[in-house]
C-alpha cells in the first residue's frame, strides 16, 4: 500500500523508525524528510502524495493538533479526498493529547493508543486496515468471468 505518514517534527525519530518497518513490510511510505527534495517547493508533492495514498496515518501529539500546524494542513488534504476516515486514515495517539485538541475528523474512526511499542502496533493496525479493504483474488476473476460471461 502507498502510505502517507503526518507528524510533528517532534516525533521524526518515531517516523522514521515507523517507516522503515513499513517499507520492511513492502508499503511505499511517504515522509517528507525522505521524499522532499531541499530547496524545492513542497506543497504540490505533499498534495500529491495524499491524494495517491491508500492510508493517511496521522501521529496524535499536542505537536501535531496545534494551531497552525502543518500536519493539520496535511489532515485537512486527506479530509478533502475522503469524506469520513474510516478504512482509509488512521490517527495514533504518540503523546498524551487533551481530547478536546483532537479534530473531529479524527476521532470519527477509533483513535489507536498504543499500550506498548508504538510502531509494531501500528504496523500491525496498518495490516489489518489493509486486509479489510482487499477482495481475494479468485473473487475479482470470479466476477470479470461472469462479466465476459454475460456480455
Not at 121 to 140: C, D, H
Amino acid at each position: 500500500m502507498d502510505i502517507f505518514v503526518s507528524y510533528s517534527s517532534k516525533y521524526r525519530e518515531l517516523c522514521e523508525r515507523l517507516q522503515l518497518a513499513l517499507d520492511a513490510e513492502g508499503h511505499r511510505c511517504f515522509v517528507d524528510r525522505t521524499e522532499l527534495e531541499p530547496g524545492q517547493p513542497f506543497d504540490a508533492e505533499l498534495r500529491e502524495a495524499i491524494n495517491e495514498c491508500d492510508v493517511f496515518i496521522f501521529l496524535v501529539s499536542p505537536e501535531s493538533v496545534a494551531t497552525g500546524s502543518y500536519a493539520l494542513a496535511e489532515l485537512n488534504l486527506a479530509q478533502q479526498r475522503w469524506r469520513h476516515p474510516r478504512g482509509r486514515v488512521l490517527p495514533v495517539v504518540v503523546a498524551a493529547t487533551p481530547m478536546p485538541s483532537i479534530p473531529p475528523y479524527l476521532k470519527a474512526v477509533t483513535l489507536l493508543q498504543p499500550k506498548g511499542e508504538i510502531v509494531a502496533e501500528t504496523l500491525a493496525a496498518v495490516t489489518r486496515m489493509g486486509s479489510r479493504g482487499r477482495r481475494p483474488l479468485w473473487l475479482t476473476l470470479a466476477a470479470l468471468a461472469v462479466v465476459a460471461v454475460i456480455g
